[in-house]
């Protein structure tokens, strides 16, 4: 049997923000992207679950709630931080 586990912060930042950095003109390129998500995560503890198929769904939702004020925290913080030097090419 494979262990299984996963970081219930991963699916939170990567649930909102596209989300924050459409609502604050941020550019949503997968690599501005991708820097919002890694910082993000950097910046929350993680909050690792053993997960059984099935019994993840129902505990997800309150972990959210728990949770997300500290995401959107540092969601907002990535946002600032790759708006003000976005690492994509060109422009
Ligand atoms: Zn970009």
Redesign the pocket.
Known sequence: MALEYRNLMEDIVVQNAITMMQAREC???D??TSDVVAYALNHVPPRYVATRKGQMLAKISGYELQYKADVVAAICDAIQVVKES?R?EGR
């Open positions: 550019c949503t390129c690599a501005c976005p994509h």
